[in-house]
């Protein structure tokens, strides 16, 4: 019986490393920079908001600060309802004329409704959507589109990343979106899934709107972005690009208390009934599998006297992997990883997937921003 155990745990753990070993070999790799460019072409960006009066002020500023003439580009901050201060906020502030405040109809409610008014209301066929809690550097736009030939491709997925306070919730979060970073990138790029963050995406509202738009996603309130690149991979997965250039980046503050990131990360885990990519369920089911083996595999212990060894090394094999794959991210994207704290983070971690990937197949409603989502 032992030996059936531990091979099963070779299996899962041999999988799970090349998994990893692919995420780091296909996502990294910068956009050539002599492949042609058109530059970067008209764009509106689109905020929506709901709630956000303490992050308003820091997002309008990072975008006022963007290295793009005024001419070619727009912002439409999308007040989803708001029932804080959001808008006395934004009114408070010296918005620029290519700065517009769009207010949501009443029967847009919603994420993916206020995104369709803000699209419905732009001028510009390129749209880039981001959230009201991020912040950008100068040169966002311009290496966004580096390297990537705009007339050939429908959607740039950029990179996010979690503004860590060197505390295990927020380091949990830089470093769980870290890695999905790294695996969205070589599922673009070559493993045959796409995935995204509406934090830094941008695509063309024309084709997304010739697939259908949001129809048909109606019964998942969250899954915007993966609903956006899925509705274009299905048309061409050719189409899609993942830019890795550091500058590209999108920064986001971790969400804090704990309840408020379990409640965040069941949200986020609901939408995977969604994905339609078998490749991508898969990837995602080895990793949730080695977790859930490292996690039951203790109970070897109350048979077998020595398991505790076998346990500590498929614990360690899996602490060393992601350490060598996430490093090499970090390093990439100019990140500091908390050396002291990762091994607390990492064990919190393969917890946190099996909790959360169990929980999200029987939780079917939640409450986020004052409104209860199903």
């Known amino acids: 019986m032992a030996w059936i155990a531990i091979l099963i745990g070779a299996i899962l753990a041999f999988s799970y490393t090349f998994q990893v070993w692919q995420y780091s070999k296909y996502g990294i790799a910068l956009n050539s920079e002599s492949a042609h460019t058109n530059g970067v072409p008209d764009f509106t960006i689109l905020v929506p908001f709901r709630n956000e009066s303490k992050h308003l002020p820091a997002i309008v500023e990072s975008l006022q600060q963007l290295a793009i003439p005024h001419s070619n580009w727009s912002v439409s901050l999308i007040n989803d309802h708001s029932t804080d201060e959001s808008l006395a906020v934004l009114e408070s502030l010296s918005l620029p004329s290519h700065f517009n405040i769009l207010q949501a109809p009443g029967n847009y409610t919603g994420k993916k409704k206020a995104l369709t008014w803000g699209m419905e209301q732009a001028g510009t066929d390129w749209v880039i959507c981001t959230d009201a809690d991020c912040i950008m550097q100068p040169d966002w736009i311009a290496a966004l589109f580096s390297g990537i030939d705009n007339n050939g491709v429908w959607a740039i997925c950029g990179p996010v990343h979690v503004m860590s306070q060197n505390s295990v919730l927020t380091e949990v979060q830089m470093l769980d979106m870290l890695g999905v970073m790294g695996m ?53 997965p050719r189409q899609i690009a993942f830019q890795s250039n550091p500058a590209a980046q999108v920064r986001t503050l971790a969400t804090t208390p704990w309840a408020a990131f379990w409640m965040q990360r069941l949200r986020w885990a609901g939408k995977t009934t969604a994905y339609k990519s078998n490749v991508l369920k898969k990837h995602i089911g080895i990793a949730f599998a080695f977790s859930v083996w490292l996690i039951f595999g203790w109970l070897g212990v109350l048979v077998w006297t020595n398991w505790v060894w076998i346990m500590l ?49 029987f939780k079917k409603s939640y409450s986020w921003k004052g409104r209860t989502l199903r």
């Open 184 to 236: 969205t990138a070589a599922g673009h790029r070559h493993l045959g899934f796409q995935l995204a963050n509406g934090a830094n995406l941008a695509f063309r509202q024309s084709v997304f709107m010739e697939c259908g738009g949001f129809t048909g996603s109606e019964q998942h309130a969250s899954g915007d972005d993966m609903w956006i690149v899925q509705q274009l991979a299905a048309k061409d």
């Open 313 to 361: 090394m498929f614990w360690g094999l899996r602490i060393l992997v992601d350490y060598w794959y996430l490093n090499q991210l970090a390093k990439h994207y100019r990140l500091r990883m908390n050396k002291i704290l990762y091994c607390l983070v990492q064990v919190a971690h393969v917890f946190y997937l099996v909790g959360i990937g169990g929980l999200s197949l």
